[in-house]
């Protein structure tokens, strides 16, 4: 039996899929902790999390399986034991579990109890439930090991504590959410070490996948409830945790406390990290959008430099007859200040192209919104052609306000390949533009100064397809309609209880009908990063053809 532990964490990203890849970084990492006894990795480690129904595929459990084997060998060496997250085919049946490989072999396995069935998850249509874990014994020291969810809830880990677990190592892959970090820390894991009187390490990993971003926010708590440890959000980091036993328990010593981001600069981490980590994984050279001279174009403009560097940021404005002059002004000077590519194609020859295309089948009706969608898909033809020419992915600018209302052209502005600000609501997109132009984000490859002319901030939103025109004309002003939004799309409430609080019910009614209405266009839109509690697409899923209505 032991008296002092040295158990390394590494918060690191992993790739779906990459087996030998993901294997590798780690076999990279726990070469840079030979003293540890142990490191611990993130949930799903070795496959990428989440994974969804690739799981399902034999070959890939099967692969999976000699992968892990493959990397017990390597503890031969008597260097770290190692925990790391899979998949197990057991029996007929398949679980999300973690594995102590110690020795040169797979020393012991325990599956997740606890599978979340909510939101971003859908655990219990792919895997199997667990037993309730036992503790695991090394080095003469029992482990209790809940698994993501198996921690967030309290059976597993009181049951742990009474079969004799000292040391709780909860491995997670908790995805990022608006004040997500303190709740996990404060409230969730807290509660587990007061409930059992043990020490509580808390591993996550960082990066992003498809829609999800993983903020890291690891740490370590020790059985009085207090912080030993905290790693950094958004970036890679190992931190060697040095532990003794104390009478009848055990003492993390205590180490660096990061500091974590508060709002609006973590907002703006996910979708740098959401993008980047989309972009390069995917495999793409750089992106492509459209500077239209306002404000979503122009953040989304800021998110990439960040994400990529400026180098790898292709902007082109995309004129008409009616973008105003300041419109382009602006365009360039954000170019410029971001210090990234800006080509200008005017879309007048294909518009005026398309009124002699379509001139007898309109002879007889009026103008109407037809004509500025036009505009719009011919704008979107325009970019899906040079990304298909060279490459670069084509990323999308609109936000969650538009994107409830269908205030949005299908294979228009909807085109592209990925959106950062697809769950950001107008007045988050202000808030962030005007924090970028004062700071830059530690994680960021952007310029170190202001991002986009003042001017785009503060002018009134405007789609620019008609003349004069302004957002406010069909949508009530972003500060009342993105509470409206969050109203009904957050939490969920009827028309009746959005006017009691005090909106006017004709807009309310309004604003639901198209909040319905929209479905169709939602579910053939391009992903993009998970902010909140109720993304479209992965937390959101409502039938296109739906004739409710709660008022």
């Not at 970084?25 to 490191?39: H, N, S, T, V």
């Not at 793409?284 to 001279?293: E, Q, T």
């Not at 790898?312 to 954000?334: E, I, K, N």
């Not at 007889?364 to 970019?383: C, H, K, P």
């Amino acid at each position: 039996m032991t008296d002092q532990l040295t158990i390394a964490m590494a918060q690191i990203n992993q790739r779906v899929g990459d087996l030998s890849g993901n294997a590798a970084a780690m076999l990279a990492w726990r070469a840079k902790a030979p003293g540890a006894d142990l490191i611990v990795f993130p949930e799903q480690q070795l496959i990428g999390y989440p994974a969804e129904d690739l799981v399902l595929k034999p070959v890939f459990a099967a692969k999976a399986a000699a992968q892990l084997a493959e990397l017990a060998l390597a503890t031969a060496d008597g260097g770290p034991a190692m925990l790391v997250g899979s998949i197990f085919a057991d029996n007929g049946a398949l679980y999300n579990g973690l594995a102590l490989l110690d020795g040169g072999r797979i020393a012991a396995v325990r599956y997740k109890h606890e599978l979340p069935n909510y939101g971003t998850f859908d655990e219990k249509r792919i895997f199997t439930p667990g037993p309730l874990p036992e503790p695991v014994e090394f080095k003469g020291v029992k482990l209790g090991l809940p698994i993501c969810e198996d921690g967030w809830l309290q059976p597993v880990s009181t049951h742990l504590a009474k079969q004799g677990a000292e040391i709780l190592i909860s491995v997670n892959g908790s995805p990022y959410e608006i004040d997500k970090d303190d709740r996990r820390l404060e409230q969730v894991f807290a509660a587990r070490v007061a409930e059992t009187g043990l020490p509580l390490l808390f591993l996550n990993r960082v990066g992003g996948q498809d829609e999800l971003v993983f903020d890291g926010s690891s740490f370590i708590l020790n059985a009085d409830g207090i912080a030993a440890h905290r790693l950094p959000d958004w970036t890679e980091e190992l931190r060697v945790t040095h532990w003794t036993r104390k009478g009848a328990g055990w003492i993390c010593e205590a180490g660096e406390l990061a500091v974590w981001e508060d709002h609006p600069a973590d907002i703006y981490s996910a979708m740098v990290t959401g993008l980047r980590d989309y972009v390069d994984t995917n495999r793409f050279p750089g992106v492509v959008l459209g500077l239209s001279g306002g404000i979503d174009s122009a953040i989304c403009a800021a998110i990439a430099a960040d994400a990529l560097g400026p180098d790898r940021v292709w902007c082109v404005m995309l004129p008409s007859r009616y973008t105003s002059q300041s419109s382009l002004d602006d365009a360039g000077q954000c170019a410029r200040m971001i210090g990234c590519r800006l080509d200008t194609i005017a879309i007048s020859p294909a518009v005026d192209a398309f009124d002699v295309m379509l001139s007898d089948s309109f002879a007889d009706a009026q103008v109407d919104i037809t004509e500025e969608n036009v505009q719009s898909r011919i704008r979107g033809v325009t970019l899906m052609a040079l990304s298909n020419k060279f490459g670069h992915m084509l990323m999308t600018t609109g936000n969650k306000s538009e994107m409830s209302v269908g205030y949005a052209t299908i294979y228009g502005d909807m085109a592209g390949g990925y959106n950062p600000i697809k769950d950001a609501y107008k007045m988050t997109v202000f808030a962030i533009s005007k924090w970028r132009n004062s700071h830059k984000p530690r994680i960021g490859l952007g310029p170190d100064g202001p991002v986009m002319p003042e001017s785009i901030i503060t002018k009134p939103p405007s789609a620019e397809l008609r003349p004069d025109q302004k957002d406010s004309d069909s949508l009530p002003e972003y500060p009342v309609l993105d509470k409206m939004l969050h109203a009904l799309v957050e939490e969920d409430l009827s028309v009746d209880e959005v006017v009691a609080r005090g909106f006017d019910r004709a807009d309310v009614t309004r604003i639901e009908r198209l909040l319905y209405l929209a479905e169709y266009k939602r579910r053939q839109a391009p992903p993009g990063v998970k902010l909140g509690t109720r993304n479209f697409g992965r937390d959101r899923r409502y039938p296109i053809t739906n004739a409710f209505r709660s008022a």
